[in-house]
């Protein structure tokens, strides 16, 4: 089988993108030899990829080719463009997906922007979004109130009472639903496929953001029953800034055409016709310019290391380790956040702090990297962390506490 670029039509063998890509291999990795690929964890330790993810050789190699694909004799289109539809195909594959069901954006902002812009508030003005949503896409959605809509929110709090808040809210007038599988903060797992059934029985959409969980927990998109998925590379999937996916349901188009457009979203972006504004089949329809051609790169490697961990291994590990370091850090009367039973909690545990800052600044100068978010100190981990990893930051805050006689 080869891939086609959509921009040039040319056709390269996909062992060949794979190897300009960078260092791969075949065979399970487990966490050990995943951890191998981080060479920054021989120095350090590496709690925040719930912010930002570690750099893999694997990553720093495949941006390395994209730059030797520049030195070649031809242009370096035909290769780049392979990858980054190979980065494409193992995206969908890791949510359940197809290929043609992925459109890249430049990141989640955008994803959100175009869902909400092909959406006609005139037919129904509301959308349900929650309390626990980040911003980028809350300012998304607020955004469309110059446009007749009509945005409320659901509280945070426990998944039941989110659930209970999303029922309450969701009407015949909604067109949108919109929710993060796991919230930013405190790491609550939603009950997104719940959510998503109520709004399909109201006849709404409904919109996930899945950048906490993507790369960390499973998630399949056909089991959740959702519209519309966004996630990006630079957090758990471990790659770079600059490039996110958006899934779009089989058969889903929206109310009406983007009004963000550009030639990648054209039928034959290689017609170069600058008269004729058709928009291609599935989610393609919603992209606009030139991909973000390094962290495609970026995505293609770091999405390979995740498929040789597999899934369901790498949750079944990270899971053991936020529980470990949620026992840990309230066993020593930390006030965390987040839910009540473990198995509602993401990859990160929220530890509430009088100021995060100052806790992480104090971490950081220990060689642990964590990520203060508002009032909360969150520590997030993910395969390549280990359970010496959750007893040396656990010990190092136990420390802080002394230190500062807070």
């Known amino acids: 089988m080869t891939a086609t670029s959509p921009r040039t039509g040319s056709r390269t063998a996909p062992g060949a993108a794979a190897r300009a890509a960078g260092p791969g291999g075949a065979g399970r990795l487990d966490a050990a030899a995943f951890r191998e690929r981080f060479p920054m964890l021989r120095r350090g330790v590496h709690l925040s990829s719930c912010s930002l993810g570690a750099p893999s050789t694997d990553v720093v190699g495949a941006v390395r080719a994209m730059f030797g ?38 990141n989640a902002t955008q994803g959100a922007y175009q869902v909400a812009s092909t959406t006609d508030w005139r037919l129904r003005p509301r959308v349900v979004t929650t309390e626990e949503e980040f911003p980028t896409v809350a300012h998304v959605l607020l955004a469309q109130r110059v446009l007749g809509a009509e945005v409320v929110f659901v509280p945070g709090g426990e998944p039941e009472e989110v659930l209970a808040g999303y029922a309450e809210l969701i009407d015949e007038r909604t067109a949108l639903v919109s929710l993060p599988t796991t919230t930013y903060r405190e790491g609550t797992r939603l009950p997104v496929a719940r959510i998503a059934a109520l709004a399909r029985e109201a006849g709404a959409r409904t919109f996930v953001d899945a950048y906490q969980s993507v790369g960390v927990e499973p998630v399949d998109v056909g089991a959740l029953g959702v519209d519309y998925l966004v996630s990006g590379t630079q957090k758990y999937v471990l790659g770079l800034p600059g490039l ?14 983007p009004v963000f457009t550009g030639w990648f979203g054209r039928v034959d972006p290689d017609a170069f016709d600058a008269f004729t504004l058709d928009f291609a089949d599935g989610a393609r329809r919603l992209e606009t310019g030139n991909h973000a051609v390094p962290a495609a790169y970026a995505a293609h490697a770091a999405l390979g290391l995740l498929e040789r961990a597999g899934t369901d291994e790498v949750w079944r590990h990270v899971s053991a380790l936020t529980e470990r370091a949620a026992r840990t850090l309230a066993a020593a009367g930390e006030r965390l956040a987040g839910p009540a039973d473990a198995r509602d909690r993401g990859a990160h545990v929220a530890l509430r702090d009088a100021d995060p800052r100052a806790l992480g600044g104090h971490l950081a100068s220990r060689g642990i990297r964590i990520a203060p978010r508002g009032e909360f100190a969150r520590i997030s981990f993910h395969y390549f962390n280990s359970t010496d990893d959750v007893d040396l930051v656990c010990a190092e805050i136990a420390r802080y506490r002394e230190l500062s006689g807070r």
């Open 69 to 106: 694909a520049m030195d070649g004799p031809g242009a370096p289109w035909p290769v780049w463009e392979t990858v980054i539809e190979e980065a494409r195909a193992r995206f969908a594959a890791l949510i359940g997906a197809r290929p043609g069901d992925i459109a890249l954006m430049p």
């Open 244 to 257: 996110a996916f958006l899934y779009v349901r089989p058969g889903v188009r929206g109310d009406r055409d």
